[in-house]
């Protein structure tokens, strides 16, 4: 099972570019890489989902390199309101197989 | 839109009383997931289902079990409550999907257990 690895905590200002970098040396070929936000008192919110290279919705931006060994989530011109914890999940969906949740990383947006 | 809906928000409980808590899903979804949130360990998998009367073990089910009569409705249940069984407990469930998956979960049970 592929083990994620994510940065604690990070701290950014309204308006800025925020990148969070998740290793996972395990990855299957057949993983997906998934995003999820969570505020405080409420459960994960799904963010967005990739396999490789690029993908893009209306919150954020996901890179994966050709080696899928990492990948970094990207949020244009955070806000207050994105001050959440980030989680990155790696792993197979078919028939429920288990998930991995790490520790995620605190993201504090400051005006 | 999914909703995933958890019988109470907080709960507390004395020891050794036996607890449900009860989780219903609206998009007939297959699978169903039962994990603990603490801080500084993340989110655990208790227990999962991918049909009606199926379950597996997820990374933590000592101390738990699960039940699935209907397709929307998944249990967690706590045979004799302990107090490291204070948490935040999240269901959440996904379709059937390939090789991805997307979950959508509940708002969360604050079990207090004292």
């Known amino acids: 099972l592929a083990k994620t690895t994510q940065p604690i905590s990070m701290d950014s200002y309204e308006g800025q570019e925020v990148n969070i970098t998740c290793s996972h040396n395990?990855?299957?070929?057949?993983?997906?890489i998934t995003w999820y936000q969570q505020f405080p008192s409420q459960g994960p919110r799904f963010i967005i989902q990739?396999?490789?290279t690029k993908v893009t919705n209306e919150v954020a931006s996901l890179f994966i390199p050709a080696d899928r060994k990492s990948s970094t989530l990207s949020l244009p011109r955070v806000s207050l309101s994105d001050t959440a914890v980030y989680y990155c999940?790696?792993?197979?969906?078919?028939?429920?197989?288990?998930?991995?949740f790490g520790q995620g990383t605190e993201l504090s947006v400051k005006p | 839109d999914v909703k995933v809906t958890q019988s109470s928000r907080y709960l507390v409980k004395r020891t050794g009383e036996k607890v449900f808590l009860e989780c219903v899903q609206d998009?007939?979804?297959?699978?169903m997931f039962w994990y603990r949130q603490d801080p500084g360990l993340g989110l655990r998998l208790i227990y999962f289902?991918?049909?009606?009367?199926?379950?597996e073990k997820g990374d933590i089910p000592e101390g738990y079990s699960v039940s699935r009569e209907k397709k929307e409705r998944f249990s967690l249940i706590l045979e004799s409550a302990s107090t490291n069984q204070t948490s935040m407990y999240l269901c959440?469930?996904?379709?059937?999907?390939?090789?991805?998956?997307?979950?959508?979960f509940g708002p969360g049970t604050r079990l207090t257990v004292t």
């Open positions: 959440a469930s996904s379709p059937p999907t390939g090789n991805s998956y997307e979950q959508y």
């Open positions: 999940l790696v792993g197979l969906g078919n028939q429920g197989g288990k998930l991995i």
């Open positions: 289902s991918y049909d009606v009367k199926m379950k």
């Open positions: 998009m007939d979804h297959e699978n």
């Open positions: 395990n990855i299957a070929t057949n993983d997906y």
């Open positions: 990739g396999y490789k």
